[in-house]
């Protein structure tokens, strides 16, 4: 939960909430819903390093979706064109002579709470959505 959202459940201020942080996360798109982006602001130290890169991740809906088509084209009988992917939108394939149907697949994701839009009979586009992290889109995959 972010700290404004904190901040209005608490009836709190967000400036006192911040002066006890070391680094701040500001998601330019939670409002917009688009893959704008977000901004890291805190200590040089804190925001550089491998360790912050994967944290933003969560916050990255285009990251995210990179990930998705990768871990997409690591499963028989799927494939994305992971080149193509600038935004939080994925299209991918269940390629001819796999063992599943786009059909098959789409209600199986449904019983797992994951919806998949049917682009054709054998293709997919699902839109990594600004409030999913890189724990779902693990999961998912």
Known sequence: ???????VALRGNQQNMERYRTSSVVCLSKGLGASIGSVIVGAELHCKGKDSEDNFRGW???ANAKIFSKGLNKIKGLRADVASVETNIVYFEVLKGSQITALKLGKIMKEHGILLMPDSSSRFRIVIHHQVFASDVEYTI
């Open 1 to 7: 939960m972010g700290c404004e959202y904190v901040a």
């Open 60 to 62: 990255n809906e285009a």
